[in-house]
């Protein structure tokens, strides 16, 4: 049997605050022990290693939760076993999520000294009154700060998430946002609509959001405009310039093997047995008070 591609996605399940349309496994929580958890991570990685093989991973992603809240001496530890082991190499993807709320230039310069090639940074929105509503913790000046100095430090490999569907947002301000992107030179961006999932504030306090026919403007102006910029779509929301596409994205969307470590953490591993899929306990707190891990596994 060939073993189809492997990646590594690693959950962070801390926020400074949560977001009122955010349904992931995220909790507030002023000062988490990152650094026992990032001694965890390597125990959780473990487990599968030793179930599932050494195969070497095409992508790694920090994903959250805000991923960028672990001071980057937290992660060397996880990321030096993976070298070690020679499951990942100078040509690996590694993606980390980042909120511009949380990080400085030395924060940055930490996280690519460790070899980390790739930021996702969840900008959402540069419109002061969209970003009060989405409750996020930054502002427009210090979103495009972030991104400038990841580029000037040399992170070539950058996407942006942004919203639009928002509440307080209109046709012209979506495209606004859109030409701060295109200012920026970003070669991958995260464009998606704002749904209302269960469990979320929004879907509590429901917002007002623009109508169908601010909407349909919107998308048809964005696409136009996003095309222009020479970004093509490449799944649901995810738009980038050829050979940029994020390779741990292609992966899951190829039907790829990925493990999953980290409070609550999903893996999908192919093993002689067929198809397993693993998961790790939810609760951060759980997570943190264990001293061995054993993945459940849901065939």
């Known amino acids: 049997m060939i073993a189809p591609p492997r990646s590594l996605y690693v959950h962070v399940p801390w926020c400074l605050r949560k977001c009122p349309y955010c349904d992931f496994n995220s909790h507030e929580q002023a000062h988490p022990d990152f650094e026992k958890y990032g001694q965890l991570l390597i125990k959780d990685l473990d487990v599968d290693l030793e179930r599932y093989g050494n195969q070497p991973f095409v992508s790694v992603f920090f994903g959250g939760g805000t991923p960028s809240l672990m001071p980057p001496q937290t992660l060397a530890p996880l990321l030096n076993r993976l070298a070690s082991l020679g499951l990942i190499s100078d040509e690996t993807e590694i993606t980390l999520e980042a909120n511009p709320g949380t990080l400085d230039l030395d924060h940055l310069t930490g996280y690519r000294d460790l070899g980390i090639n790739r ?15 989405l409750g996020r913790i930054h502002d427009a000046d210090q979103a495009i700060q972030m991104i400038q100095h990841a580029q000037d430090i040399g992170f070539r490999r950058l996407n942006v998430d942004l919203m639009h569907g928002t509440p307080h947002q209109t ?26 999932e269960p469990n979320t504030a929004f879907f509590s306090r429901p917002p007002t959001l623009p109508s169908e026919e601010a909407l349909e403007t919107t998308e048809e102006t964005g696409s136009d405009l996003i095309a222009s910029m020479g970004l093509e779509q490449y799944e649901v929301s995810a738009y980038a310039k050829p050979g940029e596409e994020a390779q741990h994205n292609l992966n899951y969307w190829q039907f790829g093997d ?42």
């Not at 930021?119 to 509503?133: I, K, R």
């Not at 046709?171 to 209302?196: C, F, K, M, N, V």
């Not at 893996?267 to 067929?274: M, P, Q, V």
């Open 119 to 133: 930021l996702s940074v969840g900008v959402q929105s540069f419109h002061a009154e969209v970003l009060a509503a």
């Open 171 to 196: 046709p012209e301000i979506a495209r606004g946002d859109l030409e701060i992107i295109r200012s920026l030179g970003i070669t991958h961006l995260s464009w998606y609509q704002l749904t209302i």
């Open 258 to 299: 990925y493990f999953g470590i980290g409070a609550g953490a999903h893996g999908k591993i192919t093993t002689d047995r067929g198809i397993v899929r693993t998961q790790r306990t939810r609760q951060p707190d759980h997570y943190l008070a264990r001293s061995s891990f054993m993945a459940t596994e849901q065939p």
